[in-house]
């Protein structure tokens, strides 16, 4: 079994920056891909980025691609979001999830094995 809690939402006004934490526990996390998706009211879930805990390769959506930042910390088995410049257009609940290597691609949420809570982002204008 995997658990994933995820923390650091909030209320930021535009162009601010927050970062979102995901802690994952329970199994050896090398054989999984971790990503970030989002869900605004009324929309499907939409990926945000990924990154593989093995070699830290990344995938980022187009529109996040140069404001958004995932990273890891073997270590803390912690992935990280860094957002900035962030717009209200990206305010949504995030959800950390883990996907096993090879299954699907990363973009699909559906692929996705665990999930956490999720976090609320508001983005003021």
């Known amino acids: 079994q995997v658990q994933l809690v995820e923390s650091g939402g909030g209320l930021v006004q535009a162009g601010g920056s927050l970062r979102l934490s995901c802690a994952a526990s329970g199994r050896t996390f090398s054989s999984y891909t971790m990503g970030w998706f989002r869900q605004a009211p009324g929309k499907e879930r939409e990926f945000v980025a990924a990154i593989w805990w093995s070699g830290g390769s990344t995938h980022y959506a187009s529109s996040v691609k140069g404001r958004f930042t995932i990273s890891r910390d073997n270590a803390k088995t912690t992935v990280y979001l860094q957002m900035n410049s962030l717009k209200p257009e990206d305010t949504a609940v995030y959800y950390c999830?883990?996907?096993?290597?090879?299954?699907?691609?990363?973009?699909?949420?559906?692929?996705?094995?665990?999930w956490g809570q999720g976090t609320q982002v508001t983005v003021s204008s």
């Open positions: 999830g883990a996907v096993p290597l090879g299954k699907g691609h990363i973009s699909d949420y559906e692929q996705y094995d665990y």
